[in-house]
Every structure is written in C-alpha cells, then in structure tokens.
C-alpha cells in the first residue's frame, strides 16, 4: 500500500550485534503529513544489553502502538502507517491472532517463538484508538529509513540501559552452514545432527536448531531446525555430533530419539601460507 498523504508515517527497525543473543536496540522516527505542520521526530530509543533481531523489530512497533494511543488523536488524521523493514513483522501480524487462539502454535500444532511480545502487539493494536495499517518497505531506500536504521544501530551498540525481560536466551553457538535454518523435512527417518542453539518455548518443548552432517562427505550441508521435549534436549548438547530419529511431519519437526552420539567432522585447517 503506497503511503498515504494525510497519514502519519511511523518508520521502524531494529539492530542486534551477534544476533540472536547480543547488544540490542530499536527506534521509531515519526513523520507527521504536511497539514499538521510539525517537524519528524524520534519516538522510540531503546537499547539493551541482550536480546535478538526479531524481537527488536517487534518491541519497535510495539512501542510505537503506545505512544499512538497515548499521543493522538490527530487533526484530519484518520489511519497510521507504520513501515517495517522486516519480513517477520510483515508476515506474521495477521498469522499472531491465530496462533494466540491456538496456545501459540501455528495450524500445524508447531509453537511459535516470541509469543510475549506478539501478545503484545495484538493488545497494543486493538487499543491504539485509531487505524493502524503495517506495511512492509525495504529499507534504507529513503532519508527517513536510512536515519531510523542509523538510530536502531546506535541504540544496539549503546546496549543499555534497557532490558528486554522476556528474552530467553538458551544456549548458543553458531551454525558452520550459512543462512537462515529452515524446518527440518521430517519424514520418520534418521539423520546426524550437530546442535548449535536451544530455546525454551514452554511447556516442556524446545527448539533446536542444528546443522546436518553428510556421513558421505564428511561435510556440514545445511541448517535445520526442529522440536523435542525438555528431557530430550538437555541431551543433545552443542557442538556434539548426534544420530538421532525424527517423526513423520515435515510441517512440525520433533525430534524422538537420540540413537547414538557420533564424531563430527573435522574443522578444514587453514591453508599453510606460501612463500613471500
């Protein structure tokens, strides 16, 4: 949706350094249309010591929510539009309602991460007092943009004195695959698997994100991520290579058993370095 002259445009982002589990922060810029004639200003900073991408995205437009209700209403303003540069966002501020009748799963039964802050966000939006439309840009491709990526980055490197209490942040290496970890094609068979992250999600559940190992090549693949329960996680420890048995729902990956710990792979030493 293009933006709206008579609207009040919001621009949000969010910055974590060594993201998830690093210095954090958010911020939101204001540009009021030209009848209300006053300057933009910045309505979010927030920084804090820890926390993660998403999260930040999300505390950003939940701020925003806030101050709209507290801030309005606006001559001749009937709707905010409130521009995010993260897919995230975009893509799940519908999908939130449903997973909040659903106990925070998806249709798929799979739960969801960062449930406090969506709660958040559907009560913020249903008391903002006005129409509140969210609306996905890329970013940096405007002054404004470029300026509230600059103020989210300032806060994350800041890191305080704010404090992101809902972020848990489980144990945490990184993945020897680039890229996104994706859910795994569960399918009832058995693969290796080297954990590098865990998150509680409740009810006795995590998320574990691993890297699967190619017994043929001896080589990292791919980043996958899948569900076990409490007990069966605290035994899949990083950086550890593991067999392990999968149900047969690739929409909601779980892992059921552990088979065997495995060696992993070794690390490529690097190349000794030639003559000057």
Known sequence: MPPDPRAIHISTDGSCYKNPGGRSGCAAIVHYPDHLDREDEQIVDFGCGESSNNRMELLACIRVLKWIRESGPWESVTRVQVFTDSQYVKDNTIRAREWKKNDWRNRHGEPRENADLWNQLISAHSKAGITVHFEWTLGKKSPVLKRVDKAAKAAATRGGPDVDRGYKPGTIARSMVQGTATRFPAR????VIRPYRKNLLGDGEEKIRFDIVSEDTQSYVESRYAF?????????????????????NP???????????????KRPSLPCPGPP
């Open 228 to 248: 076990a329960t409490t007990a069966l996680a605290a035994e899949l420890h990083r950086q550890h290579g593991y067999r392990v048995r999968f149900n047969d």
């Open 251 to 265: 929409k909601y990956p779980q892992i059921l058993e552990l088979v065997e710990e495995v060696p992993l792979p």
């Open 188 to 191: 009832g068979q058995a693969a």
